[in-house]
């Protein structure tokens, strides 16, 4: 019996082997995987609102500025027409309407270029304001003195080029220019230029008072011509000459 047990018994050799084994197979398993950590990442956007987002980034970049609306805000500029002799420096005799002389309406926002003593006594220049997001996007006036009435309507025109080069040039490379003549409600003559260039468009109004020529100018670069065309017209409406020396 002893001799069985001892033949059935498991033999210390096998016993330490299998114990072997069994710790080789524990050191030979694979690393146990990382634990996992759950990060919340944004839902992803579908394409179409990514590419309408970029589209939108793109316009703001790139778009002009924004067009004037017939309905913006608008100041009423009194001028004086002072000889240079009698002109108070840069600026100085602007917005008294007690002393103006002629009047028209300016968009919100636009600047005032104050006019020099040289250049109102070379070339009569009085007023002029201009868009700060386009500088040549503009509305001045110019007078001469010793107009009692106002030439041949072609005539003036071809007249006040004279002096100024910029209406020369526009005027050669206009593709049509156009004049008419109407009255106030005072009877005042007015006579209406529409000078369409190669680069820009013009509107002209010139009158004869208290023995000077006034002529108004409203231009701008065709881009912004067609952009803006009703708010610069209504700036050409708006001039007219006055006399508020009477009034209280």
């Given at each position: 019996?002893?001799?069985?047990a ?22 030979q398993q ?10 919340r ?49 840069y ?30 006594g070379?070339?009569?220049?009085d ?14 006036l110019?007078?001469?003195?010793g ?9 003036v025109l071809d ?6 080069v ?8 206009a593709?049509?220019?156009?004049s ?8 005042q ?42 708010v ?16 209280d």
């Open positions: 019996m002893t001799m069985l001892s033949l059935f018994s498991p033999s210390p050799l096998l016993t330490t082997a299998a114990s072997t084994s069994s710790s080789a197979a524990s050191s694979p690393p146990s995987a990382p634990q996992s950590v759950n990060v990442l944004p839902a992803p956007r579908p394409l179409t609102t990514t590419l309408a987002a970029a589209a939108a980034a793109g316009l703001l970049l790139l778009s002009p500025a924004a067009p004037l609306h017939a309905e913006a805000e608008f100041k009423t500029y009194y001028g004086t027409a002072a000889s240079a002799a009698n002109y108070g420096g600026g100085g005799n602007a917005s008294k309407k007690d002393a103006a002389e002629y009047v028209y309406d300016v968009p919100e926002g636009w600047k005032e270029r104050l006019v020099s003593k040289v250049e109102k070379t070339n009569g220049t007023s002029e304001f201009f868009n700060p997001r386009k500088r040549s996007e503009r509305e001045y110019t007078f001469l003195s107009f009692r009435k106002l030439a041949p309507v072609g005539a007249n006040l080029a004279l002096s100024d910029g209406l020369q040039d526009q005027i050669s490379s593709d049509d220019v156009t008419a003549e109407r009255k106030d409600e005072d009877g003559v007015y006579y209406e230029y529409e000078v369409a260039g190669a680069g820009a468009h013009s509107l002209i109004s010139v009158t004869c008072a208290r023995n000077k020529l006034y002529a108004h100018f409203v231009t701008a670069p065709n881009p912004e011509w067609g952009r803006d065309e009703a610069l017209r209504r700036l050409h409406q708006s001039f007219k000459t006055v006399d508020f020396s009477g009034q």
